[in-house]
């Protein structure tokens, strides 16, 4: 999703970063770390040099996952610092965007999550995408807490297989798809909370 605005900047942002590099769909693509990596400035600068027409800037934010997906290698074991976090919200001041995806292992898992939105929101965004695993979602309260910052929000959520026994085994987490229900049932009761489900298709689900 990632705030494309049509099936057409959908396919322009897939062959940006797809296309042009051989087929690498890896987490390590470069021209994704180019872009994901970069201040504010450069990503506009970026995405006007590869005719990307993406609202959206970027954030990436180092968090660990409860998730041990058994595609993914890039695992991390600590925190993002908040203060250069807030250094790199700093320059929306400038710039004026409103829309931002947080993208990293769990975006929500991270331990000053809810001081991250509002900072999202003190620095100009109102509409931010959250790339997580959707676990914490299932705790009705911290939703409500997500809710009450004031800004839209949309989780961008995985769903590895139909059931719990094909996504729990490929996540390597026991409940795992259980809370992504329970999520998803929690946050139809806020209108600024949505969703998005992704998913990946390997041998284990297809």
Not at 126 to 131: G, I, K, L, P, T
């Amino acid at each position: 999703a990632l705030f494309a605005d049509s099936i057409d900047m959908g396919m322009r942002f897939h062959e940006a970063f797809i296309g042009k590099v051989g087929g690498n769909q890896k987490n390590e693509n470069p021209l994704m770390k180019q872009l994901l990596y970069s201040d504010f400035v450069s990503q506009e600068r970026f995405k006007r040099k590869k005719g990307i027409g993406i609202e959206s800037l970027f954030l990436y934010v180092d968090t660990k996952c409860e998730n041990n997906c058994i595609f993914c290698r890039n695992k991390k074991t600590e925190d993002g610092d908040v203060h250069e976090i807030e250094e790199k919200l700093m320059e929306n001041r400038r710039l004026g965007r409103r829309k931002l995806s947080l993208v990293g292992n769990d975006v929500m898992l991270h331990g000053r999550f809810t001081e991250i939105l509002e900072l999202c929101r003190d620095n100009g965004f109102d509409a931010v995408e959250v790339m997580t695993s959707g676990n914490r979602l299932a705790d009705r309260e911290f939703v409500k807490k997500l809710s009450s910052i004031g800004i839209n929000i949309t989780f961008s959520l995985p769903l590895l297989g139909c059931d719990s026994e094909t996504h729990d085994k490929i996540t390597q987490n026991l409940g795992s798809f259980e809370k992504i229900i329970k999520g998803l049932e929690n946050i139809k009761y806020y209108d600024n909370l949505d969703a998005i489900i992704h998913t990946n298709l390997i041998n284990q689900n297809i």
